[in-house]
């Protein structure tokens, strides 16, 4: 009889295995049942804007090349051209001088997550990962036998620097930020990535080994009230970025990213190319060719995010009339929104009952946080303003039965 492997078929089953996935599944049955109209569908985190008109335009142009051997295959690490684009964005970002050969571009940011954790990771080997946090960390961890180790944040969700350090030991082979955070929108500050970076320094020398400090950063751009993004590399040495145009340009399908290994890390090189290689035998091979091109064209198009924020701003007043508690976030497009004290911390419980009001939310659960659910309002304005009785009445309703 043929098999497929244990450990898949036991986490694919599992309860936390894509909680956000399954709500979104969830919501294209109720649709189909309802009408669109109907359901207020804040599973995923697929962002409602069009790409910009630059990014179209390139598309068009590209598409019209029947040039002899444009959509062949090019060097694992991507396109000379698209490395340096993506090298003078970093240069833009971090602060210091960047060039192409930090760069390898991969299918997304999930690709070059996992490029890393295959180029960096042993067994046994542990990641260290503020919590709550992207739930698909921990099977991209996992893919490479490595552990992946939660660390509790403050309660408004800042790094707890302490906590950090006492879970560092020699068998840390990173940190992992993200930063705007999925779910909570926190924007770690200056002062958090130097106290960071100071107690990486301090574990390296205390046990030989420096961890690196991957940071994802697909929803850098999306920040609120003049809030930016800290650069890390002129902070850490050992620090590489992963991203992607999924949040930003609103492309999330392309699945085009890259990773950016800072130019003063002592192995950079070696890193570069572990990754490449990763890039390669992991299957991936390369970055799409034909949207390596389209970003190498369009990746600075200006982009119009004030939708985001004034659908933040609708979505916590209608959360504050509900009696809804949350964390207000500084960029992203979610809001991590606590579970009604009547339903005692039961977000899977909470984030069912909401789905007999045809709101459809991810539990915290799904993101090392139970007690917790995650709204994503990159959604049509008109389902936010019409999901304000919903909410209401969600929470009106609420029984002691039901808990």
Same mark, same amino acid.
């Not at 991969?106 to 890393?116: K, P």
């Not at 459809?360 to 139970?370: I, M, Q, S, T, V």
């Given at each position: 009889m043929c098999m497929i492997a244990p450990y898949i078929k036991r986490i694919m089953n599992s309860k936390d295995s894509s909680v956000i996935r399954k709500m979104f599944e969830e919501g294209v049955a109720l649709k189909k049942k309802y009408g669109n109209e109907k359901v207020f569908d804040f599973s995923l985190g697929n962002p409602d804007l069009e790409p910009p008109e630059e990014v179209a335009a390139a598309i068009e142009k590209i598409a019209a090349d029947k040039s002899t051997g444009c959509h062949g295959y090019m060097q694992n690490a991507g396109y000379p051209e698209t490395r340096t684009a993506m090298a003078a964005k970093e240069t833009e970002e971090q602060q210091v001088p960047?060039?192409?050969?930090? @760069?390898?571009?991969?299918?997304?940011?999930?690709? #070059?997550?996992?490029?890393?954790?295959?180029? @960096?990771?042993? *067994? &046994?080997?542990?990641?260290?990962?503020?919590?709550? =946090?992207?739930?698909?960390?921990?099977? %991209?961890?996992?893919n490479h036998n490595g552990e992946i180790v939660p660390v509790a944040t403050k309660k408004d969700f800042s790094l707890d620097i302490d906590k950090i350090a006492a879970a560092l030991s020699e068998k840390t082979a990173a940190v992992l930020i993200n930063s705007p955070n999925n779910p909570t929108g926190k924007v770690y500050t200056e002062t958090e990535i130097s106290e960071l970076s100071r107690i990486l320094e301090e574990n390296g020398k205390k046990n030989g080994r420096y961890p690196y400090l991957i940071c994802d950063e697909p929803y850098r751009a999306i920040t609120y009230d003049g809030i930016k993004v800290a650069p890390v590399f002129s902070r850490y040495k050992s620090a590489i970025i992963v991203t992607s145009f999924a949040k930003n340009l609103s492309i999330?399908?392309?699945?085009?990213?890259?990773?950016?290994?800072? *130019?003063?890390?002592?192995?950079?090189?070696?890193?570069?190319?572990?990754?490449?290689?990763?890039n390669r035998v992991l299957g991936?091979? !390369?970055? *799409?060719?034909? =949207?390596?091109?389209?970003?190498?064209?369009?990746? !600075?198009? *200006?982009?119009? %995010?004030?939708? %985001?924020?004034?659908?933040?701003?609708?979505?916590?007043?209608?959360l504050d009339t509900a009696g809804i508690t949350y964390a207000s976030p500084q960029g992203a497009f979610y809001?991590?929104?606590?579970?009604?004290? #009547?339903?005692? /911390?039961?977000? #899977? +419980? =909470?984030?069912?009952?909401?789905?007999?009001?045809? @709101?459809?939310? +991810?539990?915290?659960?799904? =993101? &090392?946080?139970? &007690?917790?659910?995650?709204?994503?309002?990159?959604?049509? /304005?008109?389902?936010? $303003?019409?999901?304000?009785?919903?909410?209401?009445? #969600?929470?009106?309703?609420?029984? /002691? $039965?039901?808990?």
């Open positions: 960047v060039d192409m050969s930090s @760069i390898v571009m991969t299918v997304g940011a999930a690709g #070059a997550l996992n490029c890393v954790f295959k180029a @960096i990771l042993s *067994p &046994g080997d542990e990641v260290l990962v503020p919590s709550p =946090f992207f739930s698909e960390y921990v099977h %991209y961890i996992h999330p399908g392309e699945r085009i990213g890259y990773i950016c290994v800072n *130019p003063f890390c002592p192995d950079k090189d070696e890193v570069v190319a572990a990754s490449t290689f990763a991936f091979v !390369n970055a *799409p060719a034909f =949207f390596q091109k389209v970003i190498t064209a369009s990746w !600075n198009s *200006p982009c119009d %995010y004030s939708s %985001y924020k004034r659908k933040r701003d609708l979505l916590m007043d209608i809001l991590f929104c606590k579970v009604p004290a #009547a339903w005692k /911390e039961d977000d #899977a +419980a =909470f984030c069912n009952h909401l789905k007999d009001y045809l @709101i459809l939310c +991810a539990p915290g659960n799904g =993101f &090392g946080l139970p &007690g917790w659910f995650r709204i994503a309002y990159c959604v049509n /304005e008109a389902t936010i $303003t019409a999901s304000r009785s919903a909410f209401f009445n #969600a929470v009106r309703d609420t029984k /002691e $039965t039901e808990v």
